[in-house]
């Protein structure tokens, strides 16, 4: 599949109009969001009031202020947002209101003092994986898909050879195919987040979208 240029994500949400670029910003995130704070040690609930926290503060303020990408990346901000909410829910008693005001958004995306942690790189790395791989699943054979997720399981070639009846050539094969594919859609979806963050005003990124 060739690569196309399509609307970003990050760069649609500023207009408070589009609700369709909201649903979709939240369905992109709100599963890192949550992940992220359940490995902090939050409770399902906490999580989901995170989420919320998180989610409400960024479709209100981020209309209102540019995010510099001079300043750092757009994953990194989140991070900050992220944790900061996470701190605050931790910090505030039960019912307090806990949205984040513009005034502390602003300071988060210039912020490089508060370090992003470690455990929230993991997580947006594996957060791509994740959507990358659904992306994936809607265009390989289930037959193929199933040789490739018993080689990210470290089955050796030969075993799924054997277990699936094909040739430790076809294996490589698919792992080839699925790999490329998988790191292409991965790419694009990392450009579309790094090279247009919300008040960009670019329209579009050459991603390589899911059908």
Request: one cysteine or more; aromatic letters at 6%; a neutral charge.
């Amino acid at each position: 599949m060739s690569e196309t240029t399509h609307p970003s994500l990050l760069s649609r949400p500023r207009d408070e109009r589009d609700e369709a670029a909201w649903r979709e910003f939240e369905a992109r995130y709100r599963d890192l969001f949550r992940r992220y704070a359940r490995r902090r040690g939050l409770q399902a609930a906490d999580a989901e009031d995170v989420c919320q926290v998180v989610l409400l503060s960024l479709s209100h303020s981020l209309p209102r202020f540019r995010f510099d990408p001079a300043r750092g990346r757009f994953r990194d901000y989140l991070g900050r947002v992220v944790q900061n909410a996470i701190s605050r829910h931790l910090s505030c008693p039960k019912g307090a209101a806990r949205l984040l005001e513009t005034s502390v958004l602003e300071s988060l995306a210039v912020c490089r003092e508060e370090a992003v942690e470690p455990d929230w790189h993991d997580e947006w790395t594996q957060h791509h994986f994740r959507l990358a791989m659904r992306c994936v699943q809607a265009e390989f054979k289930p037959e193929s898909l199933a040789v490739f997720e018993r080689l990210l399981s470290g089955e050796s070639v030969g075993a799924i050879a054997g277990a699936c009846n094909t040739t430790p050539e076809a294996v490589h094969k698919i792992k080839q195919r699925v790999g490329e594919r998988l790191k292409a859609v991965i790419e694009g979806q990392i450009r579309d987040e790094e090279l247009h963050e919300p008040g960009s005003g670019a329209g579009a990124s050459a991603g390589v979208p899911c059908p």
